[in-house]
């Protein structure tokens, strides 16, 4: 990992990687209950539901890595539980090809994020690197998942995946410092 005066230690980076992945599989999760609540018996629901499970399992790997390393979560997890939920029944609500727009926009940001983490991460943390390499997969499979089920041709997809976009930004920023 290439570093400049001030930056932070190999260490607080790897930390650092650690809560905000902690904290977007929360978010994660979040989304697909907020889905799943509002979508009930929809369709769409089953495909969600297995999503879902993947991204609990992403959690839990990073709750055992959060508890291993002693790493501060963000504090802003009260708000991802509320945002996150919000996200997923806002997008549900217009339908299941919006639910899956907003699935598909979330992973292409996570696509990006994984791949800088694994990049930046370089030969250290092999371990670390291969969890991150295989959950990008799974991202990749559910951004694939979503274009197969319509998400394209969900009313406003420009706009909502816009939205959705910024919004998963920002919350890896914020979530990578607080």
């Not at 599989?25 to 889905?35: F, P, S």
């Not at 996150?84 to 090809?97: E, H, K, P, V």
């Amino acid at each position: 990992m290439n570093r400049l005066p001030g930056d932070p230690s190999a260490k607080e980076q790897v930390n650092r990687m650690i809560r905000v992945d902690h904290a977007g599989e929360y978010g994660a999760a979040r989304i697909y209950a907020g889905q799943l609540r509002v979508l009930g018996r929809h369709p769409a629901s089953a495909v969600i539901r297995r999503m879902a499970e993947q991204e609990k399992r992403h959690l839990a790997v990073f709750e055992k890595l959060v508890a291993e390393r002693r790493v501060r979560p963000t504090v802003l997890s009260p708000l991802w539980h509320a945002a996150g939920f919000a996200l997923g029944a806002a997008s549900a609500l217009l339908g299941g090809r919006a639910a899956m727009a907003c699935t598909v926009a979330v992973e292409e940001v996570i696509d990006e994020h994984y791949r800088a983490q694994a990049e930046a991460l370089g030969d250290a943390e092999p371990e670390l690197k291969a969890t991150i390499e295989e959950f990008r997969s799974d991202e990749l499979e559910h951004r694939d998942t979503g274009l197969a089920h319509g998400a394209e041709l969900a009313p406003g997809y420009e706009v909502l995946s816009r939205v959705v976009k910024a919004g998963s930004r920002l919350a890896i920023w914020l979530s990578t410092r607080i």
